[in-house]
């Protein structure tokens, strides 16, 4: 029976107008609801430094706005030419991160997402370069736009991976295009962005080149850019404390057999033997060339990812050699629905691992910070939707489907035909782009409604803890002083420590009022249900409050013993500034709890 025409349509069509409506959509929408804020603020905001003529002592000058710079000069030197309206017109004049207006944010974010929008363009041409036809190229460039992973890394997480990716492409294009020197040069522009490129540029310079000499040319070549940039920049110890002690680039070395004596890399180990088996590999024709490069290229992704920590957007890297070894597939349905997988596990991976950070939390960086006024946290989390304690398994699970990915386009596995259409799979195209981005998006907007309608964040003494106050047992009570903000409070959150463990007892929550030292409430909680290392919610019914008093949150406990009781982390605020401090066993401490109140404004 056929199949229904509007089903059809749906599944078999490419690339319709309900495709680029569909991407558009979400792509403004998480581009302006979501950011992880950090990297790219410290980035863009450091890049103000050329600007003000600071270019030989830019890492020294930006220690005393910004701390340390990590990265080339290459990042800095592209926001500071895209900065260049900021500065005339005056919103920022400095290197800065915190207090950067949305405005200027979105204008930081701007410009990856341009680059990653032209890296489409170039992976249609790469792909019209190795014969796919214009049609299918066409496929192939909006495939890498709706990559899940690749999608969650530029519009949601919203970094600069895009800048290195850009000019990887542009090197393997004409690396399929047999100019081995404009392969040379634009591999080693990428570099100056991210060190990634040289894992992928050794084995294809080796597959396509034997003699000796030669190799040592083009590897002078793709080395030339960074060592540059090190020539000129070396003499700084900002730079060099800065750029070669960054311990994120040495995750890919972490990874060892460990004997009594040493520890052998297994990344250093494998890739060398994926050097050596692409230079004795003999790829005669243009489509083996093609067929083995890319494989080459997958296999590396998993050394990378697969065998070594990384962060989330990082893993935009591999997008182009997932994809383009998808489209000369024979099975190119089942790679599209594998990719829906590894985003499923890369979404549970990442929530739970990088817990309160990359999650709900990006909307904070986004268009709805005011609206969410700290609230987004606080009440429901991705990690509590998609709570899994073992995140050894989900790491493991990942790292599996990252090999089968790269195993499995091998050439053996690949088409003989590089143009054969992937129309009738387009379907699959389409469920993994909305299925895979919906496995973030629709918890994350769970959230984010539950935290429009909870009471607002009046009070919170910072996140970042310093360390604990013991175990609360009948000796000793725990208590902070709150300066009230609000006309009433109705719950509050506490940073608490486990232990690792199971706690059997109970702890009683006292608010007092501290002038009269009147209980106006208590509440008794059973410990056993609290998180380990992290903020705990404890609610009791509202409490009427007078702005501008103060009030105790006093935690105690009757039967707890050192063995089985929690402790309540303090924060590493000083508590000089009048607005409350922390009590232990009734003596004033210089810090506060790890405390967050909530109520009515």
Same mark, same amino acid.
């Given at each position: 029976?056929?199949?229904?025409?509007?089903?059809?349509?749906?599944?078999?069509?490419?690339?319709?107008?309900?495709?680029?409506?569909?991407?558009?959509?979400?792509?403004?929408?998480?581009? %302006?609801?979501?950011?992880?804020?950090?990297?790219?603020?410290?980035?863009?905001?450091?890049?103000?430094?050329?600007?003000?003529?600071?270019?030989?002592?830019?890492?020294?000058?930006?220690?005393?706005? $910004?701390?340390?710079?990590?990265?080339?000069?290459?990042?800095?030197?592209?926001?500071?030419?895209?900065?260049?309206?900021?500065?005339?017109?005056?919103?920022?004049?400095?290197?800065?991160?915190?207090?950067?207006?949305? *405005? *200027?944010?979105?204008?930081?974010?701007?410009?990856?997402?341009? %680059?990653?929008?032209? #890296?489409?363009?170039?992976?249609?041409?790469?792909?019209?370069?190795?014969?796919?036809?214009?049609?299918?190229?066409?496929?192939?460039?909006?495939?890498?736009?709706?990559?899940? &992973?690749?999608?969650?890394?530029?519009?949601?997480?919203?970094?600069?991976?895009?800048?290195?990716?850009?000019?990887?492409?542009?090197?393997?294009?004409?690396?399929?295009?047999?100019?081995?020197?404009?392969?040379?040069?634009?591999?080693?522009?990428?570099?100056?962005?991210?060190?990634?490129?040289?894992?992928?540029?050794?084995?294809?310079?080796?597959?396509?080149?034997?003699? &000796?000499?030669?190799?040592?040319?083009?590897?002078?070549?793709?080395?030339?850019?960074?060592?540059?940039?090190?020539?000129?920049?070396?003499?700084?110890?900002?730079?060099?404390?800065?750029?070669?002690?960054?311990?994120?680039?040495?995750?890919?070395?972490?990874?060892?057999?460990?004997?009594?004596?040493?520890?052998?890399?297994?990344? &250093?180990?494998?890739?060398?033997?994926?050097?050596?088996?692409?230079?004795?590999?003999?790829?005669?024709?243009?489509?083996?060339?093609?067929?083995?490069?890319?494989?080459?290229?997958?296999? *590396?992704?998993?050394?990378?990812?697969?065998?070594?920590?990384?962060?989330?957007?990082?893993?935009?890297?591999? $997008?182009?050699?997932?994809?383009?070894? #998808?489209?000369?597939?024979?099975?190119?349905?089942?790679?599209?629905?594998?990719?829906?997988?590894?985003?499923?596990?890369?979404?549970?991976?990442?929530?739970?691992?990088?817990?309160?950070?990359?999650?709900?939390?990006?909307?904070?960086?986004?268009?709805?910070?005011?609206?969410?006024?700290?609230?987004?946290?606080?009440?429901?989390?991705?990690?509590?939707?998609?709570?899994?304690?073992?995140?050894?398994?989900?790491?493991?699970?990942?790292?599996?489907?990252?090999?089968?990915?790269?195993?499995?386009?091998?050439?053996?596995?690949?088409?003989?035909?590089?143009?054969?259409?992937?129309?009738?799979?387009?379907?699959?195209?389409?469920?993994?782009?909305?299925?895979?981005?919906?496995?973030?998006? $629709?918890?994350?907007?769970?959230?984010?409604?539950?935290?429009?309608? #909870?009471?607002?964040?009046?009070?919170?003494?910072?996140?970042?803890?310093?360390? *604990?106050?013991?175990?609360?047992?009948?000796?000793?009570?725990?208590?902070?002083?709150?300066?009230?903000?609000?006309?009433?409070?109705?719950?509050?959150?506490?940073? $608490?420590?486990?232990?690792?463990?199971?706690?059997?007892?109970?702890?009683?929550?006292?608010?007092?009022?501290?002038?009269?030292?009147?209980?106006?409430?208590?509440?008794?909680?059973?410990?056993?249900?609290?998180?380990?290392?992290?903020?705990?919610?404890?609610?009791?019914?509202?409490?009427?409050?007078?702005?501008?008093?103060?009030?105790?949150?006093?935690?105690?406990?009757?039967?707890?013993?050192?063995?089985?009781?929690?402790?309540?982390?303090?924060?590493?605020?000083?508590?000089?500034?009048?607005?409350?401090?922390?009590?232990?066993?009734?003596?004033?401490?210089?810090?506060?709890?790890?405390?967050?109140?909530?109520?009515?404004?």
């Amino acid at each position: 029976m056929a199949k229904p025409m509007k089903f059809k349509s749906l599944t078999e069509k490419p690339l319709a107008v309900f495709d680029w409506v569909v991407f558009a959509f979400f792509a403004l929408l998480c581009f %302006f609801s979501f950011e992880q804020g950090g990297d790219i603020l410290h980035t863009g905001g450091s890049s103000f430094a050329y600007l003000n003529g600071h270019i030989l002592d830019f890492y020294e000058y930006n220690t005393h706005f $910004v701390g340390a710079n990590n990265y080339m000069p290459s990042s800095y030197i592209l926001f500071a030419i895209w900065n260049i309206p900021i500065k005339l017109l005056g919103i920022i004049t400095v290197p800065t991160v915190y207090n950067t207006p949305l *405005v *200027v944010e979105m204008w930081y974010k701007l410009l990856p997402t341009l %680059f990653y929008m032209a #890296s489409s363009y170039v992976m249609y041409l790469i792909a019209v370069t190795v014969g796919m036809g214009n049609k299918k190229a066409k496929l192939c460039a909006y495939a890498f736009l709706t990559m899940p &992973i690749g999608f969650f890394s530029q519009f949601i997480f919203g970094q600069y991976d895009s800048f290195t990716v850009f000019f990887m492409l542009l090197g393997l294009l004409f690396f399929f295009r047999k100019d081995w020197i404009k392969f040379s040069i634009f591999f080693g522009i990428s570099l100056t962005f991210k060190y990634f490129p040289l894992m992928v540029f050794i084995p294809l310079l080796l597959l396509c080149e034997k003699r &000796i000499l030669h190799i040592i040319k083009y590897c002078l070549i793709v080395i030339l850019p960074l060592a540059l940039e090190i020539l000129v920049y070396y003499p700084s110890s900002a730079f060099r404390s800065g750029v070669f002690g960054f311990g994120a680039s040495g995750y890919i070395f972490s990874v060892a057999f460990t004997t009594q004596y040493f520890s052998i890399s297994v990344f &250093i180990v494998l890739w060398i033997v994926l050097a050596a088996a692409a230079y004795f590999q003999d790829a005669l024709t243009d489509a083996a060339v093609l067929k083995w490069s890319l494989f080459y290229g997958n296999i *590396v992704t998993f050394l990378l990812f697969g065998l070594s920590m990384w962060h989330p957007q990082w893993l935009l890297f591999a $997008v182009p050699f997932w994809i383009l070894g #998808s489209f000369i597939s024979k099975k190119f349905d089942i790679f599209m629905i594998l990719e829906t997988l590894m985003m499923l596990f890369f979404i549970l991976f990442t929530v739970n691992f990088w817990i309160n950070h990359v999650d709900q939390q990006m909307f904070s960086w986004g268009i709805f910070r005011g609206l969410l006024d700290g609230r987004i946290n606080s009440f429901m989390t991705i990690r509590e939707i998609y709570r899994i304690h073992d995140i050894n398994l989900l790491y493991s699970i990942l790292s599996g489907l990252l090999l089968v990915n790269a195993i499995f386009k091998h050439p053996k596995f690949c088409s003989e035909i590089v143009s054969e259409p992937v129309d009738q799979h387009w379907g699959w195209t389409r469920f993994r782009f909305l299925g895979g981005i919906s496995i973030f998006l $629709v918890p994350a907007f769970i959230c984010f409604f539950i935290a429009l309608k #909870s009471p607002y964040l009046i009070y919170d003494t910072g996140s970042s803890a310093a360390g *604990v106050t013991g175990v609360i047992v009948p000796e000793k009570a725990v208590a902070q002083v709150y300066t009230a903000k609000s006309k009433s409070i109705s719950c509050i959150q506490v940073d $608490v420590g486990t232990y690792a463990r199971k706690n059997d007892t109970s702890i009683t929550l006292n608010i007092i009022d501290a002038e009269s030292k009147k209980t106006l409430s208590s509440t008794e909680i059973d410990t056993s249900k609290f998180v380990d290392n992290s903020y705990n919610l404890i609610k009791f019914d509202p409490v009427t409050t007078e702005v501008g008093k103060n009030y105790i949150f006093e935690f105690s406990s009757d039967n707890a013993v050192e063995s089985d009781g929690i402790t309540i982390y303090y924060s590493n605020t000083d508590s000089s500034d009048g607005n409350g401090y922390a009590l232990v066993s009734g003596v004033k401490q210089t810090y506060d709890l790890c405390i967050k109140v909530f109520g009515e404004k």
